[in-house]
């Protein structure tokens, strides 16, 4: 459950003096971005698994339950460790992906591995999209979760820079190899 508080002020607040650039637009779009896309896979691969069509092409066996359970016993119906891995192959792949997302960050930089991610997300998008078997489907998650996995990593990055205090966000941000920089 949301929790807040709410705090007294001593009166109006000040403006920052910024002003909506294309800049500020682009890192507020990029940051967006990540979420985004594990958010529609969240969506779209808990729909789709209860799909019959679907069930019937990759997962007969857990139709054949659900039709079975459609006369009382509704526990275990998706019981199967092939949907397991199906479900869960992107979200591995996510993980392995955002461990090495920040070496990879640095070298590439941020843009490249944006776009690295995106293209990632949309070729796996491709395989499953045109998935013939279950095998298409497991590896074709697997881009995908790689896509997630780098873009969130990134989008972190960007969202986090904005929010640090003025004249930290530099330290905050900076590469290793610039120490005067980041003691400064």
């Known amino acids: 459950m949301a929790g807040g508080v709410i705090v007294p002020s001593d009166g109006p607040a000040t403006d920052y003096g910024g002003g909506l650039t294309l800049s500020v637009f682009m890192t507020c779009l990029v940051a967006a971005s990540g979420g985004l896309i594990f958010g529609y896979d969240i969506g779209i691969s808990g729909g789709v698994s ?5 069930l019937r092409r990759f997962f007969p066996r857990v139709l054949e339950r659900m039709a079975a359970s459609a006369k009382g016993n509704e ?3 998706y019981d199967s460790q092939t949907l397991t891995a199906f479900t869960s192959s992107l979200y591995v792949a996510g993980l392995f ?3 090495v997302a920040s070496r990879v960050t640095r070298a590439m930089g941020r843009q490249a591995v944006m776009l690295m991610g995106g293209a990632l997300f949309f070729a796996g998008g491709a395989v499953t999209g045109g998935a013939v078997n279950i095998a298409m489907l497991i590896v074709g998650r697997m881009p995908l979760g790689f896509g997630v996995g780098f873009t969130n990593q990134v989008s972190f990055s960007v969202r986090l820079r904005p929010a640090a205090p003025s004249g930290n966000a530099s330290r905050a941000c900076a590469p290793e190899s610039e120490p005067s920089k980041v003691s400064g």
Not at 50 to 54: K, L, T
């Open 50 to 54: 209860e799909m019959e069509p679907f």
């Open 75 to 77: 526990y275990c119906l």
């Open 97 to 99: 992906a955002s461990l």
